[in-house]
């Protein structure tokens, strides 16, 4: 639902940021290069705009959808860098797309106002999960790419007309490398100090749950790769599942309650 809570300055920054997406994602092969990477860079600014006022404005708030805007905006941000390294990296529009929707997800569910008497350990706690989160994400998008690039191969396309097929490899394990390590301190973080975190200690309820499996199944890609040497689909596979499990994990289970149940946790 939509909450009359929103203030205008967050609703006129979403929408310029989603509009500025929308410019990219439905017009991308009419635009020049230049004039697509410029409306995709204010798109980002903008987006960057809507979720610093969303933490530090009037009445912050969080949740799945807030989540959810947060992690595309970091991908986003993983894409600008690896474009300056990688210019023939193709998957603007993809990503337009996805940031677009995320913003108006979260323009719809603004989540659940953040306690005042929260730890001040809090803020730390949430950026960790969504750097997680974020990391991820773009580990993902590299496993769709790499699929990509496999594609061309098979048929005999150009070669160079994205990043070499073992350039996307190295790099999306390095993303699941750095998520692990980041999933594993946010989960340490969460068992130890939950209490000091949450008012409550920690409990395996559905989010500890999904998040363990997750941790698993990641933890079992990473060993595969080095021990085994897992590639190709049989590791894109596993990555998808170890991502699904995931996003369940903190994304579903606030979906679930501030969107299915209508409460807060």
Not at 51 to 76: D, K, N, Q
Request: proline share 4%; aromatic share 12%; charged share 10%.
């Amino acid at each position: 639902m939509i909450l009359p809570s929103s203030s205008p300055i967050s609703w006129l920054l979403a929408l310029a940021a989603a509009l500025a997406y929308a410019v990219p994602a439905a017009a991308a092969r009419q635009l020049g290069a230049a004039a697509a990477r410029n409306a995709l860079l204010v798109a980002w600014v903008l987006h960057g705009a809507v979720l610093v006022w969303g933490l530090w404005g009037e009445a912050p708030r969080f949740g799945f959808a807030p989540a959810l805007s947060m992690t595309a905006w970091l991908v986003l941000t993983v894409y600008a860098v690896e474009r300056q390294l990688f210019p023939q990296m193709q998957s603007r529009w993809v990503l337009a797309s996805l940031g677009a929707l995320a913003i108006v997800l979260a323009l719809l569910f603004p989540g659940q106002p953040l306690h005042v008497s929260a730890s001040a350990w809090l803020p730390l706690h949430l950026a960790l999960g969504i750097a997680c989160y974020g990391l991820f994400a773009a580990a993902v998008v590299h496993a769709w790419l790499m699929t990509r690039a496999e594609q061309r191969i098979r048929h005999a396309e150009d070669p160079h007309s994205g990043i070499p097929l073992l350039t996307l490899e190295r790099l999306t394990f390095r993303f699941v490398t750095a998520g692990f390590i980041l999933l594993t301190a946010t989960l340490l973080a969460g068992w130890l100090f939950g209490e000091t975190l949450y008012g409550k200690a920690w409990r395996w309820d559905h989010k500890a749950v999904f998040s363990l499996l997750s941790w698993i199944t990641f933890a079992g890609l990473l060993l595969g790769r080095a021990r085994f040497g897992w590639r190709g689909r049989s590791a894109v596979r596993v990555l998808y599942t170890g991502s699904a499990l995931l996003l369940l994990a903190y994304v579903g289970s606030r979906f679930v309650l501030e969107v299915v149940l209508g409460r807060s946790a």
